[in-house]
């Protein structure tokens, strides 16, 4: 069906045309999309109309663009949460209705380095532990897990059985999170990472870093968390100030 002429951008009009399509299920989801050819002549814009629609969806994550396959409806992320939201990834997991689950990897107590001197203000002499884990929803991978803590707090408290590391901190220490200072950015394939949580070579990832305080302003977890960005959505509630 052409599109109907309206007093916008002609590729506007096809980002929504498209994107209405997917809703209603005309392109299901991992479903492959006809060619440019196909779809401008569907459409009725020329090839560079659409391919402009093209690229602003593929920013979107709407969908998937694989060199010399085709272009693919990207899948619905399961999880989406406010990064303002200081919430668990087991807390995720739980609020979209799955099972969370954990596969332990490995911890260790190590010297810190001089970044996490930094981070947690302790001395060469404090040793910190690192723990490595993948967080399952409803048994499959979806985030990859390091978490830094200071032995001084961990000490005793640390069960690999554990789900939340929040309630762990909470529960065996007393020490609850109060609140996180966190930056987010997106990568490609990560040669270790993406085979853990059996990503594609085209699945993106969303790192989130965050260092965690408690309520009185101790920094007492470090954490890196990789998420599979096709399972993962994260927005940001901006103000004008």
């Known amino acids: 069906m052409s599109?109907?002429?309206?007093?916008?951008?002609l590729y506007l009009q096809v980002i929504d045309h498209l994107k209405q399509d997917i809703e209603n299920?005309?392109?299901?989801?991992?479903?492959?999309?006809?060619?440019?050819?196909d779809l401008a002549k569907q459409l009725g814009v020329s090839r560079a109309t659409l391919r402009e629609a093209?690229?602003?969806?593929?920013?979107?994550?709407?969908?998937?663009?694989?060199?010399g396959v085709g272009t693919f409806v990207n899948a619905k992320p399961l999880f989406t949460s406010g990064i303002e939201q200081l919430s668990s990834v087991t807390d995720m997991?739980?609020?979209?209705g799955m099972k969370p689950g954990t596969i332990f990897l490995s911890s260790s107590t190590i010297g810190p380095t001089e970044e996490?001197?930094?981070?947690?203000?302790?001395?060469?002499?404090?040793?910190?532990?690192?723990?490595?884990r993948v967080r399952t929803a409803n048994g499959e991978p979806v985030v990859y897990c390091i978490d830094k803590v200071p032995d001084k707090i961990l000490t005793?408290?640390?069960?690999?059985?554990?789900?939340?590391?929040?309630?762990m901190l909470e529960n065996g220490t007393s020490r609850r999170i109060a609140y996180a200072v966190a930056s987010i950015e997106p990568i490609g394939y990560h040669e270790k990472v993406s085979p853990i949580l059996e990503c594609d070579p085209e699945t993106a990832l969303l790192v989130l870093k965050q260092m965690h305080f408690d309520e009185m302003d101790e920094p007492i977890l470090?954490?890196?968390?990789?998420?599979?960005?096709?399972?993962?959505?994260?927005?940001?509630?901006?103000?004008?100030?």
Do not use: W
């Open 156 to 167: 005793g408290t640390f069960s690999h059985e554990q789900e939340s590391i929040f309630n």
């Open 222 to 241: 470090y954490s890196v968390n990789y998420f599979r960005a096709d399972k993962f959505s994260f927005q940001v509630l901006r103000k004008r100030v």
């Open 25 to 37: 299920g005309i392109y299901k989801e991992r479903e492959k999309l006809p060619s440019e050819f």
């Open 93 to 96: 997991i739980l609020q979209a």
């Open 54 to 67: 093209l690229r602003i969806l593929e920013e979107e994550n709407v969908i998937i663009r694989r060199h």
């Open 3 to 9: 599109i109907k002429s309206d007093n916008r951008h």
């Open 116 to 132: 996490d001197i930094r981070r947690f203000s302790c001395t060469m002499d404090e040793e910190i532990v690192v723990i490595e």
